[in-house]
């Protein structure tokens, strides 16, 4: 359930490893022009090509561009980071399935479902796994800019430019304060440009880290489903494809299944309990600013531990700062 970035790369291992296997999909609809949830499309490289060639594809051709370097906060941060098509790349993991309306499901005909639909759960058991925020994005037709650059946002979150070509770019804001309070820090972003707006989307995300258990009967979970979004960034691609391998390497095995999750992700609950402190007007302590060097690697981002402090005090500070005002 669910034809996102990890229940397409789900299918298209099944497919690869058990070409017999009989697989039903079922992905809701949407109203975005390209078909996809509200995403940047910033992916490690390196991870992004090993996942990819698990499945038998070669990843160089869903890469837009490649990045050595990013910009945070006018800050210039090292980086091995791509650009991808996601839509493309969902569409070749697919191949020439046709995924039906969620609606006409009869679950009980089946022998396993996996809940792949995101922060909306629809198989999974009920959560209140916090944080969950809201990103709004538009696509520009505008020159791009050397970088993919990002800036904080004063009420919590962050702000990002996101070339997608020679000549158009991905304009977006996440906030935990809801869908207004994103669109005001998009607004100010997009305050003077007459760019053309190509489309626009926005969405929930549960950036939580790993929500147990990641099975409930004979349904079982992957990416952000199980809340695989990492807090800090915001990225959801490489998170649910890998635990989608994960799943199907441990298929008969619910333990291993989450044990593997749990060793690989279990660092975005620690994000994530430091950001629930942090928006509870808390401030940090010394230890909160230790993140573990995952938290930019899924993304493909690599600073020196320096310039993840000082970016992690900066945005801390600003944020309860703004909060008092």
């Not at 009967?217 to 990225?235: H, K, M, R």
Request: net charge positive; charged share 20%.
């Amino acid at each position: 359930m669910g034809c996102g970035s990890g229940g397409s790369y789900l299918y298209r291992l099944l497919r690869r490893r058990n070409p017999d296997s009989d697989i039903t999909l079922f992905d809701p609809p949407t109203a975005n022009a390209c078909g996809i949830k509200c995403c940047a499309w910033g992916v490690s490289r390196p991870l992004f090509s090993k996942l990819c060639a698990e499945a038998g594809v070669n990843s160089e051709q869903f890469v837009i561009s490649r990045y050595d370097h990013v910009v945070i906060n006018g800050q210039r941060l090292k980086a091995d980071l791509a650009i991808i098509n996601k839509p493309a790349l969902v569409k070749n993991f697919l191949g020439d399935a046709q995924p039906l309306d969620p609606g006409t499901a009869d679950v009980s005909v089946f022998d396993r479902i996996i809940d792949a639909t995101g922060s909306e759960r629809a198989f999974m058991p009920p959560t209140d796994a916090q944080p969950v925020v809201s990103a709004v994005q538009v696509r520009l037709k505008a020159r791009a800019p050397d970088a993919p650059t990002a800036v904080f946002n004063p009420g919590g979150g962050y702000s990002w430019l996101f070339p997608i070509g020679a000549d158009e770019v991905h304009l977006g804001s996440l906030s935990p304060g809801g869908f207004d309070k994103a669109r005001e820090e998009l607004k100010k972003m997009m305050s003077g440009s007459k760019s053309k707006v190509v489309c626009s989307c926005r969405g929930k995300i549960r950036c939580h880290g790993p929500i147990l258990p990641l099975n409930a009967g004979s349904v079982w979970g992957i990416g952000e489903s199980i809340g695989l979004v990492d807090p800090v960034t915001g990225a959801g691609i490489i998170p649910a494809m890998t635990s989608a391998k994960m799943l199907v390497d441990h298929w008969d095995s619910p333990g291993e299944y989450q044990a593997d999750v749990l060793q690989r992700f279990s660092y975005m609950i620690k994000e994530a309990n430091i950001l629930n402190r942090l928006m509870a007007g808390n401030p940090l302590s010394s230890g909160d600013l230790f993140f573990p060097k995952q938290a930019l690697e899924t993304i493909g981002i690599s600073p020196s531990l320096a310039e993840f402090v000082g970016l992690v005090v900066k945005g801390a500070r600003d944020y309860l700062a703004h909060r008092r005002a």
